[in-house]
């Protein structure tokens, strides 16, 4: 299989983040598959590709056999064939991803970031599918050379060709590199949220009950 240009790895992402996460959108308009890969949000480097853009890269990959037309709609709606075409089993799929929406990450980044497209039982799982990626031929990953001050080193994946051992942000704070900060900042956030709505509960459960909460 040739290299995947750019955008035809954002319409790849965007088509298996999609069916994980929207399944009753799934398959995706133009429409839809233009507006997940200009996301302001979960993508780096954020774009804003054009409908012909993106239907030039689904073009591409229609010839790859990584997305194909689906049936059954007055719309023209397109689907992926990812596990299929690299010969990888849905997790790794999940890391694949998760690189090409966002870019070179850790272990524990791609750990918390999969979530929603799979749930890895620890990061040492995550870093054994990343090490069967990385001998896979060709490769679909590479660890890259871990940046100064950063405690972790990242992994990108090989999709679109070779990447530079030095690319990604600087350490944040000592020992915490930006990736790993915006990582923990969203799972605060998202714990934040889940006390917020046991907190409604409670208080509702205590009002019909007539307990003083």
């Not at 689906?70 to 992926?80: C, D, M, Y």
């Not at 599918?129 to 972790?152: I, S």
Request: net charge neutral.
């Amino acid at each position: 299989m040739r290299l995947l240009t750019p955008l035809e790895a954002r319409v790849l992402g965007v088509l298996v983040e999609k069916q994980a996460t929207v399944p009753d959108t799934y398959p995706l308009s133009l429409n839809a598959l233009v507006a997940g890969c200009n996301q302001k949000t979960a993508r780096s480097p954020v774009i804003e590709a054009t409908d012909a853009e993106v239907l030039t890269a689904v073009d591409g990959l229609k010839a790859l056999s990584l997305v194909y037309e689906g049936s059954g709609s007055r719309v023209v709606k397109f689907e992926h064939n990812t596990a299929r075409v690299l010969g990888v089993p849905s997790a790794a799929v999940a890391i694949l991803t998760v690189l090409m929406l966002r870019g070179p990450q850790t272990a524990a980044e791609l750990r918390l970031n999969c979530e929603r497209l799979h749930r890895f039982a620890d990061i040492s799982s995550v870093e054994g599918f990343l090490d069967e990626l990385a001998v896979k031929d060709p490769p679909r990953v590479v660890k890259l050379a871990r940046a100064a001050g950063a405690r972790e080193a990242r992994w990108a994946h090989l999709l679109c060709g070779e990447v530079a051992a030095a690319a990604g942000p600087a350490a944040a704070t000592d020992d915490v590199s930006a990736g790993e900060l915006s990582a923990l900042k969203a799972e605060l956030a998202r714990q934040a949220g889940e006390i917020e709505s046991l907190r409604v509960l409670v208080h509702r459960m205590a009002a019909e009950l007539g307990i003083a909460s």
